[in-house]
Each structure stands twice: as C-alpha cells, then as structure tokens.
C-alpha cells in the first residue's frame, strides 16, 4: 500500500477534515467548528461500526438528530482525499448541560432491522454456502464468500428464534471464519482473509516505530494449549467418541458434545486458530490518523523489539478520532499466518 500524501514530512501540516450527510443533506460546515469530538470504530464483523459524536450545542441552536436518521461519513485529510467510511443509522442521542453538548451514537446501517429479525429454520446435509447464500438472498444482499467455505458441508444445524445476524456469526465462529455486512455485500471469509469486501486483496502496510505514539504488546505462553479436543455423538455406536487437532499434551477440551465428526473436526479447528491467533497482540496508537486503513489489513511493523518487528500482523479492529488533538487511529492487531513461498 503507498504511503499517503499526508504521512509524507512535507505534508505533515495538513488538517483533518470529514464530511458529514444527514438523510442525504450536508451539515459538515455546521458541525465542524461544533465538533467536540467524532470517534469511529471499525471492527472486522464480529460487532458492528460504530459512529460517536459529541457536539457543543452551548448555543441551544442545534438540532438532535431522530433515531434511525441515516449518517454518512467520510474521514480524511485536506489535500489527500477523503475515505468513504461507510452510513450509519442514528441509535441513541443524549443531551446533557451545563455547558448543553448533544451525544449521539450511530451504528452500521449496513445491519439493516430484517438482519435483526428473529426467525426458525433448519439446515440439513447442506453446503455452507448453500445456507449463507440464503441469507443473503432473503436479505437482499450480495454475497462474497471463500470458495473453500461454500464447498464446506454442514451435516445439521437450526436457527432457532435467532436473527439471522447472530446466526451468521455463529456460523463464522463455528468454521473460524468472519461475517460481515458492508455496502450491500453479505462477506464470509476466513478469519485470516486479507481480501476486502469488494474482493480486491489488501496490500501489507509497514509501520515503523517513528509513526507510532504508543504501543502495547503482549505475548501469551506459546505452549499454554498443545492441542484442542473436541467430542461428537457417533449415531451408530450411540457413543461419545472425540478428534484432536495438534498434540494431545496439555489439550483444551471443548465442553460442547457436536452431532458429527465433521462438526466436532470444525470446533475443534477453529478453537485451534484462536489460540494460536491470540499468542501475541499488539495495539498501537498512530499520532497521525490513517482512515485508508480497515480491518483485515495485514500488516508488518519495523524499530521494534525484534520479537515484536519478525510476527506476521493482522488488523483486527481500528479507532479513529477526530477531536482536540487531530485525528488519531488506534490499530488492534493479532498475530497472522505467513504466506508460504
């Protein structure tokens, strides 16, 4: 990925700037000399975006805005271009004093109220992406999903009384995968994915020490878990019988008795990637905002400790925000698998 405009030292000068659509009418120019804060989080589909803003009404002259109005935001810097970041639905509003702000939180209008919906369905010797493809089908969405996954069978799951969007993200958790609904595309991929939503690869960033303000890292024992067991109900036997991924050494048991070998194969997997995905995290705060990022990016770091410079990075979740000390980007990543040569 090329290195914007604005991280170039000449350009170090330029001003934050974003562009805010209310049910389709600009009130940027209103808002900007108002602006207290704006903080937007990105996560990768197990939560939804998320839009905070707190404005200074200390005039009495703004409005509060209806819930289920319609945001759209874009984030960038003068001169640089602004990145589209997506419209968000109006979900809670708060007006407090003295001095009199207006609060207001907007999540992903992506996640649209049918998603929502609570419904009951039974999926029996299907493919995954049979049942995913429905999905997005009755939501009318487009769908753009990992051919390995669609091909996955699934002996027999239920929705019951269940939105179709927590059904999904059980879906994920349970193939160690990410769902994830933006621009009208339903997106289910594995968790390691480095496409973006539009099916176009992300490019590796590298960030050096010098674009950082802070940094955490923390790296749990590599050896904690060996391997993850996983039980199953064999119907011809009427007994409880189990398969391993890794070594039996100091195993992880999950608690869940599944209704196949090839379920329990797919908990215990995925329960493996977790793991190994979690042996080391690394959060770090960009002084200067980078709105070009999303999530799944994959990224490499340089001028740290070398533990921390040599681990393959993926980003999980992003906080930009945009206030009194410019815009800022907050990056959470955990640890990736390398591509083989």
Not at 52 to 62: H, N, T, V, Y
Not at 170 to 190: E, I, M, N, Q
Not at 248 to 277: C, F, H, P, V, W
């Amino acid at each position: 990925m090329a290195q914007p405009d604005y991280l170039k030292t000449n350009q170090l000068h330029r001003a934050p700037t974003f562009t805010l659509v209310v049910d389709g009418r600009d009130i940027s120019k209103k808002v900007e000399a108002r602006l207290v804060s704006l903080t937007l989080t990105e996560s990768r589909g197990d939560e939804a975006d998320q839009l905070d803003l707190e404005i200074d009404d200390s005039d009495g002259r703004m409005g509060i805005p209806a819930k289920g109005a319609e945001l759209a935001l874009a984030l960038g810097w003068e001169g640089s271009g602004m990145q589209d970041k997506g419209t968000f639905e109006v979900d809670e509003v708060e007006h407090s004093g003295t001095p009199d702000t207006i609060t207001v939180r907007a999540r992903s209008a992506d996640l649209r109220r049918e998603l929502r919906t609570r419904a009951e369905r039974s999926y029996h010797g299907k493919k995954l992406g049979e049942i995913v493809g429905d999905i997005a089908q009755r939501n009318g969405l487009q769908l753009r999903m990992d051919d390995t996954l669609a091909n996955t069978t699934v002996e027999h799951i239920d929705q019951t009384r269940e939105s179709d969007l927590h059904f999904l993200t059980r879906l994920a958790k349970k193939h160690d995968s990410v769902a994830t609904v933006k621009k009208g595309r339903l997106v289910f991929k594995p968790i390691g994915s480095t496409k973006a939503t539009n099916g176009d690869d992300l490019e590796t960033i590298t960030i050096t020490r010098a674009d950082g303000d802070r940094h955490r890292y923390h790296s749990a024992d590599r050896n904690a878990y060996s391997g993850v067991r996983a039980y199953w109900h064999d119907p011809n036997t009427a007994e409880k019988r189990s398969v391993l991924v890794g070594e039996q050494e100091n195993e992880k048991r999950l608690k869940d008795t599944y209704g196949s070998e090839a379920d329990a194969m797919a908990a215990a997997r995925a329960e493996r990637g977790r793991i190994e995905r979690g042996q080391a995290t690394m959060e770090l705060d960009l002084a200067i905002g980078r709105p070009d990022l999303m999530p799944q990016t994959p990224v490499e770091l340089r001028g740290y400790k070398d533990v921390i410079n040599e681990t393959p990075w993926l980003t999980v979740k992003l906080t930009h925000r945009l206030g009194d000390g410019g815009l800022t980007t907050r990056m959470e990543m955990e640890t990736r698998k390398a591509k083989k040569n």
